[in-house]
């Protein structure tokens, strides 16, 4: 298996909602990530994880929360996001410190 | 801050073109990863290069890697439809699983 999934595809959420992104590998990558992506643009690292343990957060505010339940899963918790989140989220994994593969994103959009 | 510099930023061009992108920075990299992607979907890793003066073929498209390891060049030949996508290079280290990003290329290729 040398894929990424991610689920759901889309999203739709209100701003008072909770909802959670989920992200998967079996390639044995120790290393996952979860990227932010507005239109036009490349993407913007929001977390790494190395190891099943948070090793890097760029700065993002808290109503996201990364979870990495063990070596092949991670999520991310939404909660009270504001539109200006919207955009698409991607997942990537790696070796430790390799080439990282991406998997299709979620397209969130906050109304 | 590492910054990795991609030109053009966009780029319109008939099928059956030849066309070069670049992507440069001032800082060496350990390795650099140039990826494809289509609208509303993840990047697809599309070659590696970690020697300095290295260059790697995939069928039409042709990566290079400078001497320094800090430049890095996609080159494709006799451009077709299927090739219209954003075009993003993107430089890895081996001290941490950061990945820099250029700006991306946005290609059109029209028939």
């Known amino acids: 298996d040398t894929e990424v999934t991610q689920t759901p595809k889309h999203l739709v959420m209100g701003m008072t909602n909770k909802k959670s992104l989920k992200c998967e590998q079996h390639?044995?990558?120790?290393?996952m990530y979860w990227y932010k992506q507005k239109a036009k643009k490349p993407p913007e690292l929001m977390f790494v994880?190395?190891?099943?343990?948070?090793?890097i957060n760029e700065s993002v505010p808290s109503r996201f929360s990364p979870e990495c339940p063990n070596s092949s899963l991670l999520n991310l918790h939404l909660h009270a996001l504001q539109p200006e989140d919207s955009a698409l989220y991607l997942c990537a994994s790696s070796q430790e410190y390799g080439e990282q593969f991406f998997g299709p994103g979620t397209r969130l959009t906050v109304l | 801050t590492q910054l990795l510099e991609q030109s053009p930023q966009f780029l319109s061009i008939q099928e059956g073109e030849n066309l070069t992108v670049y992507c440069n920075s001032s800082s060496v990299f350990s390795s650099l990863q140039w990826y494809r992607q289509e609208p509303g979907e993840g990047p697809v890793l599309l070659v590696t290069v970690v020697t300095g003066g290295e260059v790697k073929k995939l069928k039409r498209l042709t990566f290079q890697f400078g001497d320094a390891r800090k430049d890095s060049s996609l080159h494709i030949t006799a451009a077709q439809p299927g090739d219209t996508g954003l075009y993003l290079c993107?430089?890895?280290?081996?001290?941490?699983?950061?990945?820099?990003f250029g700006g991306g290329t946005r290609l059109m290729v029209k028939p």
């Open positions: 390639m044995g990558h120790r290393a």
């Open positions: 994880y190395s190891y099943e343990k948070l090793s």
């Open positions: 993107a430089g890895g280290y081996n001290a941490g699983n950061m990945l820099t």
